[in-house]
């Protein structure tokens, strides 16, 4: 099966300050997915991208799939105390049942 | 509440005994998964079930592992024989189409930690 790779696995971010997360399948993707992990809870559903080259943005978090639906990446712009959080990006192969997460993103906020 | 509910919360247990969690997922969501998350890594999948059917389990599962469905509602999961390399959280997750449509993301449980002595 795929394998998916996150980078940087850790993300210490000065409030204000913009960064962005990186995500790469070892296989072409059917879609990727991300989810957000605050301290002692459960992964949260934040998007879904499907197309290739796809660029979705939700308030300060810009999403994209890459144009050979391999990799994606995380940018969030303008970084709050509400952004700590590990986020997982989740790839789907074709013809796959499920989802292959990949290590996360752990990101802290200096106020 | 209408979310994924798991039972127990946490589970403490010596090593060779046998724990069983339960999961109840969305009441509409036909597709439920177990997956499996230790400290800094993402969840590992375990197991895929659409209604009571078990479609799919991870190769990194042993024998020691069993999960089920019986009515397409809620799944257990049994360890038996506990490691202590069992020890991680075990998270169930629901769906209500197959990954990739509409609105096939997964809906997670808050999830049943598991510590074995």
């Known amino acids: 099966g795929q394998q998916v790779m996150q980078i940087p696995q850790y993300q210490h971010v000065q409030e204000g300050e913009d960064f962005t997360t990186y995500c790469n399948s070892s296989t072409t993707l059917s879609n990727i997915q991300w989810y957000k992990q605050r301290p002692g809870g459960h992964p949260v559903f934040l998007i879904q991208l499907v197309k290739s080259g796809e660029v979705k943005k939700q308030k300060r978090l810009t999403f994209q799939f890459g144009e050979a639906k391999k990799n994606s990446s995380l940018h969030i712009t303008a970084t709050q105390t509400t952004d700590v959080g590990t986020y997982f990006c989740a790839g789907l192969g074709s013809n796959d049942y499920k989802l292959s997460f990949g290590a996360g993103t752990t990101v802290t906020v200096r106020a | 509440d209408t979310g994924v509910s798991q039972d127990p919360r946490h589970k403490i247990t010596k090593r060779g005994q046998n724990v069983t969690f339960r999961c109840d997922p969305i009441?509409?969501?036909?597709?439920l998964y177990w997956y499996r998350q230790t400290l800094g890594q993402g969840p590992e999948f375990l197991t895929y079930?659409?209604?009571?059917?078990?479609?799919?389990k991870s190769r990194l599962l042993s024998d020691r592992f069993s999960a089920e469905r019986p009515k397409g509602s809620f799944s257990t999961l049994e360890i038996q024989r506990t490691e202590q390399g069992d020890s991680a959280m075990y998270l169930c997750?629901?769906?209500?189409?197959?990954?990739?449509?509409?609105?096939?993301?997964?809906?997670f449980g808050e999830g049943s930690r598991l510590t074995v002595l």
């Open positions: 997750a629901s769906s209500l189409l197959p990954l990739g449509g509409d609105t096939g993301e997964l809906f």
């Open positions: 079930f659409q209604n009571e059917a078990q479609l799919e």
């Open positions: 009441s509409e969501h036909n597709r």
